[in-house]
C-alpha cells in the first residue's frame, strides 16, 4: 500500500482524496460523488470532519456508524465536538491507510447522506424520531 501513496507524489502533509482514489465497494448503499477525506500523516490516516445541524442526525449518524464498525471489525478514532464528528482511520498493525480505512471512508460518507436525508424528509413529515 505504501507504493500507492508514493505514487501520487504529494507536497504537503494534508491531501485531499476524490473518487478515484477511493475504493468505494458495490455494498455501499449510496453513491458517493465527492469526498473530502485528506489524508494525514504520522501514521498516515484518513481524516475528515462531519458537520451536523442538530443533535438528532449527530446521533444517528454515530449510532449507525458504531453498528458498521463492530459488524466489519474496524475502529476509526472519533472525536465529538459540539456538533461536529471528526473521523481518523487507518490500519494500526501496518501504520498507514489500507483497503479497509478506504471503504469505512466510503461508509462513513454514505451513512453521512443517508442519516441527512432521512432526517430532512421526517422532519418535512413533522415527525421528529429517527
Known amino acids: 500500500m505504501q507504493g500507492y501513496f508514493e505514487e501520487l507524489s504529494y507536497s504537503s502533509s494534508k491531501h485531499a482524496l476524490n473518487e478515484a482514489s477511493l475504493c468505494i465497494p458495490n455494498s455501499v448503499p449510496v453513491a ?3 469526498s473530502t477525506w485528506e ?3 504520522s501514521p498516515n490516516r484518513l481524516m475528515k470532519t462531519f458537520d451536523f445541524d442538530n443533535f438528532k442526525a449527530m446521533k444517528a449518524f454515530l449510532d449507525e456508524l458504531l453498528n458498521y464498525q463492530e459488524e466489519v471489525g474496524h475502529h ?3 472525536t465529538v ?3 461536529k464528528v471528526i473521523i481518523e482511520v487507518y ?3 501496518v501504520d498507514d491507510v489500507t483497503e479497509l480505512d478506504t471503504e469505512y471512508a466510503a461508509m462513513a460518507d454514505a ?3 443517508d442519516v441527512k436525508h432521512f432526517i430532512m424528509i421526517n422532519s418535512a413529515e ?3 424520531g429517527y
Open 126 to 128: 413533522g415527525e421528529f
Open 39 to 41: 489524508i494525514v500523516t
Open 81 to 83: 465536538d459540539a456538533r
Open 76 to 78: 476509526a478514532k472519533l
Open 32 to 34: 458517493v460523488s465527492v
Open 111 to 113: 451513512i453521512d447522506e
Open 91 to 93: 490500519t494500526h498493525d
